[in-house]
C-alpha cells in the first residue's frame, strides 16, 4: 500500500487529476433491440473471450503452462523435477503485462482513466481470484459468487 500511495502521488503530478479518454479504434454502433452497442464494446468481450482460450490452451497444452502452474502449485516440488521459479515468475509477470496492455488499449476509450484507476482495477482483479480460489479462471469468471467461496477456501487449505 505504500508503494501505491508513493506511485499515485507522482501520478498525480505527471498527469493531474482529470481524467483521460482516447478515441474509439472502432467507432461503429449497432442497434441489438432498443440498446445500442458499439463495436469497441463487442471488441472488449471477443479479446477477454480470446484471452480466456488462449489462457486455457497454454495452461492445458503447452510444457510452459503445466510448469508454470506445477510453481503455483508446489514451488519445491516444480523445482526438484527441474522447473525454475525465478523463470515461472518473470513468465507469469510477462503474461499478465500483455494482458493488462491489451485491455488498457481496449478500455481506455470506453471508461475515464484517471490516475489511480490502476489501483481499482488490480482491487477487483485481486478480489475476483481470491473469490475464485485462485484454482480455475474459467471457473473464477462463470462462477465466483459468495456461495463458493466457503466450498474453495477449504480446497485451498
Given at each position: 500500500m505504500a508503494a501505491h500511495y508513493a506511485l499515485a502521488g507522482l501520478a498525480l503530478l505527471i498527469f493531474g487529476g482529470e481524467g483521460l479518454r482516447t478515441a474509439a479504434i472502432f467507432d461503429s454502433r449497432f442497434a441489438l433491440g432498443p440498446?445500442?452497442?458499439?463495436?469497441?464494446?463487442?471488441?472488449?468481450?471477443?479479446?477477454t473471450l480470446a484471452?480466456?482460450?488462449?489462457?486455457?490452451a497454454f495452461f492445458e497444452h503447452t510444457l510452459l503452462g503445466k510448469a508454470l502452474r506445477a510453481t503455483a502449485m508446489n514451488r519445491v516440488g516444480a523445482r526438484l523435477v527441474g522447473v525454475s521459479a525465478a523463470y515461472a515468475g518473470r513468465l507469469a509477470f510477462g503474461v499478465a503485462a500483455a494482458i493488462g496492455a491489451l485491455s488498457g488499449v481496449l478500455i481506455s476509450p470506453i471508461a475515464t482513466v484517471y490516475y489511480d484507476t490502476g489501483l481499482m482495477v488490480g482491487l477487483k482483479g485481486f478480489v475476483g481470484a481470491i473469490l475464485g480460489?485462485?484454482?480455475?479462471?474459467?471457473?473464477?469468471?462463470?462462477?465466483?459468487?459468495?456461495?463458493k467461496t466457503a466450498y474453495r477456501t477449504y480446497l485451498i487449505q
Open positions: 440498446v445500442q452497442v458499439g463495436a469497441q464494446s463487442l471488441w472488449v468481450m471477443g479479446a484471452c480466456m482460450a488462449a489462457l486455457w480460489g485462485m484454482i480455475d479462471a474459467g471457473e473464477t469468471a462463470v462462477d465466483a459468487h459468495p456461495g
